[in-house]
């Protein structure tokens, strides 16, 4: 084996490698947070000290459980919901140009509407609770799902598509072993755009209809001025976005090749 080949083990010494250096940068990060709070002292108002946000979490009165509980619930809900909608409406578009020609254009034109002028308009048609934040987050991830399946879906090769009609396969079987493997690389790239979008997705519904919530709890504890437990919030749905892209990665590595991932 010539110097510098990739092995198995290699791999997995590099990846070791690439998380203890990302594991460093943030606890780097969290010690000069400390430092410059301490050193300047900082008014605990403008920016707390780390072990100042962390204290909120034993104060019973945040009930960061249940609130954390509600505003993953409506991420993983809106979220799994336009992965399911956005790829069969995709394969509905390969399967039909005239449906492609009329419905997609609409589809455009409705992503284009700012989600937080519909918040009024949500409010009024499901009222307030989790099933309308899970229908906002589900509006913000459904057409980079949409628009990635849909190009992967048309970047197959036609003589493979032809090989099976020719076969007599039927679409499903088409879609089954030619369409879908070819597309995957395109479908997991629009759902790492949309992991992205599904915390902020049930960050606005929360803002603007929920009764519950760590976005809810950020705008009960802005008029105390409690700006640990705003941290704190902050720190809890960047998590759980963590979460939700290191899930879409792993379920990545185990079904789309090395060489075939677009990033």
Known sequence: MTPGTDTPGNGSAQAH?????IAGV?????LLWHALVTAFQVPAFVLPAPAAVLATLAKAN???????LVTATEIIG??????????????????????????FPLLVTLNMIPKVALGPLVIVWFSYGVATNVLI???????????TTVRGLRE???????LVRSLKGSRWQAF??????????????????????????????????????LAYLMIQVQASLDTPAMFMAVILLTLLGIALYLAVLILEHRLVPKDARMT
């Open 176 to 213: 089954r072993y030619i369409q879908l493997p070819g597309a995957l690389p395109y479908i997991f790239s629009g759902m790492k755009v949309a992991a992205i979008l599904a915390v902020a997705g049930a960050v606005v519904g929360e803002f603007i209809a929920s009764d519950r919530g």
């Open 78 to 103: 809106g979220y799994a919901l336009a992965v399911v909608l956005g790829v069969l409406m995709a394969l509905l578009f390969s399967w039909s140009r005239w449906l492609m020609l009329l419905v």
């Open 137 to 147: 987050t589900f509006s913000l991830c459904f057409f980079p799902i949409l628009l």
């Open 17 to 21: 490698r690439r998380w203890l250096v």
């Open 62 to 68: 945040y009930a960061w459980g249940p609130n954390t």
């Open 26 to 30: 943030h606890i780097g990060a969290l």
């Open 156 to 162: 197959v090769e036609p003589d493979l598509l032809d």
